[in-house]
């Protein structure tokens, strides 16, 4: 790929200027040992054994989780398992006397809501989960450990959906998607959680005069958050290309189950072949990429620790006072949490069109299995070709990565505006067509890509040093806390009204609002402010463990 850098060894610096300040570490560990759990991260990447400089086959271990997970996201969690469960709960619900309910702890839901609601509730364990512990990563050698083990674990539960051979166990497979979910959003945050430590390990940020740093720090991030992500939908794009054959060969003989709209009677449909087993064997396939390609990592990243765990406490005790002292001193970051507000929006904006994207091709316009597949392969494909322009743009008119992310906020905002259209009465545009469907993908697919990218590389200038796999985790917080939001919303308006086309106002206002906040974001002094939280955070550390 001529437009992204090449990568390139960066496996030594001057040998003199390595072992000076590995010495300096040394001697400081010595004067105070007390010092070494408080010690940060980021006052020895690049010259101690732990921390090494960055090397081009470390990189690709990095790179390859995205390869990895990415599978799950565009194609499992984006397409197959929200429409395998759909159809389990409309199968099971024409089986009974209330045809248009299924029950979750006794609590009827209508089959079309079923899907967003289930994910709700792994967005909302998610949630409680990043709080409880993503900050455990910053002590000891936990932050490789936590990923790996979320990984494998995630990728298991996702082969489990082959063995949903019966549409009464909806239930379970609405589990599966919330527990594969839940491992896959809490192994991002500690893959995340890595770039700062990386981008801090590579020679050229190490040999960067002062002035320069946080310019080669958004250079060096936004090359390697772009090739994370063109990897990532690379593999997408693969597998889409292997398993959607099997959802067009693949099918069983239809079967009947009703069409429930408020306001009408039940409609029988029998006519519609059923692709269940067809679905179940892409999931598992998914599944299987996203277990072996982990491997790579496994092998390729360096652990990277932090400083050790502080004496006399635990980690989930650490991560909770970590939390708890960001908390009370969090009006030292403005810059940090204002955009972490924005970004609470506008993340639940596109992760929100991810998840209902296809239940409203085919509950809203029927869009048959074909039509689903050429959707699905349409956003990674495009995604890829997105991003890649756009590294160009902003390379080439050295944009910066805040503007660059308000330019794409705005073109994301243009689908739900066009999509409203469909309210006017006797409008024939506006999402009520086929070939509206593949206009939608190819829009999403070419600007959300990058603007996770350049999203991820302003928050990497705003994240304290030394704290990353706790911001991190605020990151990803806000990203899984405000889609459960989203799907919440868009789950309880489908319930009302029968129709996920009222979704479409929350998405509106979910791009529109974070356009203006990012505007007051100031990048320069939030990374000022980030820094001096730093070190407040690490004396304080200091003084309590000579107290």
């Given at each position: ?434 070939w509206e469907l593949y206009f939608f993908a190819a829009w999403y697919g070419f600007n959300v890509g990058a603007v996770q990218s350049f999203s991820r590389t302003v928050y990497l200038s705003l994240t304290p040093k030394g704290h990353e796999a ?78």
């Amino acid at each position: 790929m001529s437009g992204i850098e090449p990568d390139v060894d960066e496996s030594s610096l001057s040998e003199t200027s390595s072992h000076s300040t590995g010495e300096e570490v040394i001697e400081t560990k010595k004067s105070d040992t007390k010092q070494t759990f408080a010690a940060s991260q980021h006052d020895i990447e690049g010259v101690d054994p732990l921390h090494p400089v960055l090397t081009k086959k470390e990189r690709w271990g990095w790179y390859l989780y995205d390869g990895a997970n990415s599978v799950f996201a565009s194609v499992a969690i984006s397409g197959y398992i929200p429409v395998l469960v759909t159809d389990m709960a409309k199968y099971t619900a024409s089986q009974t006397a209330d045809v248009c309910q299924v029950y979750i702890g006794g609590i009827g839901v209508r089959p079309a809501a079923y899907a967003s609601t289930v994910l709700s509730i792994s967005v909302l364990i998610q949630t409680i989960l990043f709080i409880l512990t993503s900050s455990m990563a910053d002590y000891g050698g936990l932050r490789k450990k936590i990923l790996m083990a979320s990984a494998f674990l995630g990728a298991i539960l996702t082969t489990c959906f082959v063995f949903m051979i019966d549409s009464n166990l909806f239930w379970l497979a609405g589990t599966l998607l919330v527990l594969s979910n839940v491992f896959f959003g809490y192994s991002i945050v500690f893959y995340n959680a890595f770039l700062p430590g990386l981008v801090r390990s590579s020679q050229r940020y190490l040999a960067a005069a002062p002035e320069d740093k946080l310019a080669v720090m958004d250079k060096v991030s936004n090359q390697m958050g772009t090739k994370g992500f063109i990897i990532g939908y690379a593999a997408g794009v693969f597998l889409l290309a292997v398993t959607f054959p099997i959802i067009l060969l693949v099918s069983q003989p239809a079967r009947p189950y009703y069409d429930c709209k408020v306001g009408q009677d039940p409609k029988l449909i029998t006519t519609v072949t059923d692709s269940t087993l067809a679905y179940r064997i892409a999931i598992c396939m998914t599944g299987c990429w996203w277990f072996c390609v982990t491997f790579f990592t496994v092998f390729w990243l360096n652990p990277r620790p932090g400083p050790k765990l502080p004496p006399g406490r635990t980690y989930v005790g650490a991560s909770l006072r970590s939390l708890k002292e960001t908390f009370l001193n969090i009006k030292k970051l403005p810059h940090t949490m204002g955009y972490l507000v924005a970004y609470f929006m506008f993340s639940d904006g596109y992760s929100t069109i991810s998840n209902i994207g296809v239940l409203f091709a085919t509950q809203e316009l029927n869009a048959p299995g074909l039509t689903l597949g050429i959707m699905l392969a349409i956003v990674p494909l495009v995604a890829l070709i997105g991003n890649f322009l756009w590294f160009r743009i902003h390379k080439w008119r050295k944009v910066p990565s805040k503007k660059m992310v308000m330019i794409l906020l705005i073109l994301l905002l243009s689908l739900p505006l066009y999509g409203c259209i469909g309210f006017i009465s006797g409008s024939t545009i506006g999402m009520k067509n086929i070939w509206e469907l593949y206009f939608f993908a190819a829009w999403y697919g070419f600007n959300v890509g990058a603007v996770q990218s350049f999203s991820r590389t302003v928050y990497l200038s705003l994240t304290p040093k030394g704290h990353e796999a706790e911001f991190f985790g605020f990151y990803e917080l806000t990203d899984k806390g405000s889609s459960w939001i989203g799907t919440a919303v868009v789950a309880g308006l489908t319930q009302a009204t029968g129709s996920l086309r009222y979704g479409l106002l929350w998405i509106l206002a979910m791009f529109l609002i974070p356009i203006v906040i990012v505007y007051f974001v100031d990048v320069e002094k939030g990374t000022e402010q980030a820094k001096n939280f730093s070190t407040f955070l690490d004396q304080k550390v200091v003084k309590e463990a000579k107290e």
